[in-house]
């Protein structure tokens, strides 16, 4: 009898268009998101038979929740922390079924496209915040 080897690899190539220039992409922070306050097909891209791994989209606008440390999707309306816009989801972050914590990277400055942001976001509605991120959003529509 003979034991062989058997190994499997993933690769993925991160959809980041609404990356707008690579500035900022060099200081990207480690967080981790709670990934029950997350939007299936919005925010995230569940495990199938055919793909054993979900991952949160890259792109995903994000805001610390106060009271556990984890980022859920930046809502303006929130009262958890999640009101202040902390950045984005820098590359797309994979997961296993069952879990709720995913570890990310955060793009907290730069310059992004708006129109190609995963959920939308309406740059009129972030709320200038000393810890908040340090995006220019290009496309934006003026009132």
């Known amino acids: 009898m003979s034991i062989q080897p058997y190994t499997t690899s993933v690769t993925s190539t991160a959809d980041r268009d609404w990356l707008a220039s690579r ?14 306050k997350l939007a299936k097909n919005t925010h995230y891209v569940e495990p199938t038979a055919v793909q054993p791994h979900g991952y949160v989209r890259s792109g995903v606008p994000v805001g610390r929740i106060t009271a556990s440390g984890l980022y859920g999707p930046f809502d303006p309306a929130a009262d958890d922390g999640r009101e202040v816009f902390a950045g984005l989801v820098y590359v797309e972050a994979p997961f296993t079924p069952g879990v709720s914590k995913v570890p990310a990277a955060l793009f907290w400055h730069g310059t992004v496209n708006t129109a190609k942001i995963p959920g939308g976001i309406d740059p009129a ?5 000393p810890a908040g991120a340090q995006i220019r959003f290009l496309g934006a529509v003026s009132a």
């Open 125 to 129: 509605k972030i709320a200038p915040n």
């Open 23 to 36: 500035h900022g992409t060099d200081c990207t922070e480690t967080i981790t998101l709670d990934l029950t």
